[in-house]
Structures are given as C-alpha cells and as structure tokens.
C-alpha cells in the first residue's frame, strides 16, 4: 500500500468571552501502516474544554474518517495532542493525497458567576455561558440550593447571558446555584457555580427603626403617668 499524506489545513481561529482560541502545529507523518496528526491547541483559559473532530479531504469530497483514536472527541484541553488514523479501515489500498481537516469547537461552559460569589437580596446576577451550540437552542433555568430544586426561572432563547434579580424573599443561605438544560437539539445540562445570597441591610438597620419608635412610646406614656420626669425646657438666651 502506497500513501502520499498531503496537509493544507494549518489552524482554525475560534474567539469567545475576549480571547483567542488557535489550531497550530498542525501536522502528519507515516508511522508504518498508520498515520500521526498531532496539533496544539492554544487557550489562555485552562477551564474550557473542546470538542475535536478530524475529517479527511479527499479531493473535494470530505468524509468521516474511521479508525481515528487519541485526543479526540469532547473534554480535549489546550496542549499539544496526537491522533492515530489506521487508513486501511474504511479505505483498503489507497493510493493518492488526503488532507485533515481539524475542527476545535468549544464545550458548553457556564463563566459567570465564579465561585463563592455573594449577592444581596433584591440586586441582580449575571449569568453567562458559551459553547455547545447553545446560541441556537432554547434554555430552561433552573434555581437549585445544592441538590434541591427550588423553582423554574426562565427560559432564554439563542442568548449567551442572563441578569436575574434575586427575589428579596430569597432566604439568605449558601449553596445556590443555576441549572441549565437545553433540547436534544444540544443535549446541554451543566449548573453554575455555587453563590451566597445576603440580606441587602444588615439586621440591626431592620430592627432598629421599630425599637427606637416603641422605645419613644414607652418613654411618652411613662413621662405623661409620671414615671419620669419631664424634660426641662433649655434655657432661652
């Protein structure tokens, strides 16, 4: 069997939340009767996960390949990855040029908000996520305290964020976090990071007001019985 590996894709750009993402390095050698595609993946952002796929081009058609193992799939990070192709699978004797066509494209993710975030009760908090196709699904949201369901909140449609105000009835506690869940169009289901909810006044700016009003009742109806004395009048100048 006779094979000529012939590479013309280099890199593929992808941009989301500001930053870059980036396919270099891409490359293939003959090793014995298989073939070795390595390629880096460039990513400042150590969190986010891709899901990689490899096509051969074949003239001008383009076609899965079979017999493909190695850093494909979802969940690949950024850092330099390997592929082996076994072209005898699927392709017999193949005599000519094949070029790869590597496609890096982001997992679904939710970035906001980060962990251990506190929010006070009546303000608002952003969600935000990206990947996954989700821009073209419908999205349900869900606010969960752990691993119990509370209640649904909305439903958002080919969007990338959401700002939800934190209901002042909201008991104030640890442990809420955001579902996410998509069609089967996407498959998506991912929770937020968990978020603290505080009360938007200390409790003393609560109380307070009512005891000093009831404290100066008190004082009004002692002074009136004669429990206290009466206040003397300042002196005039």
Not at 127 to 144: E, H, I, P, R, V
Not at 173 to 196: L, M, N
Request: glycine share 10%.
């Amino acid at each position: 069997m006779t094979r000529t590996i012939l590479l013309c894709l280099i890199g593929l750009l992808y941009s989301g939340l500001g930053q870059a993402q980036e396919i270099t390095n891409l490359r293939a050698e003959n090793q014995g009767d298989s073939v070795r595609i390595s390629y880096d993946l460039q990513d400042p952002f150590a969190a986010r996960t891709y899901t990689v796929n490899i096509r051969g081009i074949f003239g001008e058609d383009t076609v899965a390949l079979e017999a493909l193992s190695g850093s494909l799939g979802d969940s690949i990070r950024a850092g330099a990855h390997e592929v082996w192709w076994n072209p005898v699978v699927g392709l017999g004797r193949f005599k000519g040029s094949v070029s790869f066509h590597v496609e890096a494209l982001p997992d679904f993710y939710i970035s906001a908000p980060d962990t251990g975030m506190t929010v006070k009760r009546g303000k608002p908090i952003t969600f935000k996520w990206y990947g996954g196709n989700a821009q073209t699904d419908s999205l349900k949201l869900d606010l969960y305290q752990y691993d119990k369901f509370l209640y649904s909140v909305d439903v958002v449609s080919n969007g990338l964020q959401y700002t939800w105000k934190v209901p002042s009835n909201l008991a104030a506690d640890d442990g809420y976090r955001f579902k996410i869940s998509g069609s089967d169009k996407t498959e998506i289901e991912a929770y937020s990071a968990e978020f603290s909810v505080k009360r938007q006044y200390p409790p003393y700016m609560v109380y307070l007001p009512p005891i000093l009003a009831a404290g100066g009742i008190i004082y009004g109806f002692a002074v009136r019985w004669g429990l206290l004395p009466r206040p003397e009048p300042l002196p005039q100048r």
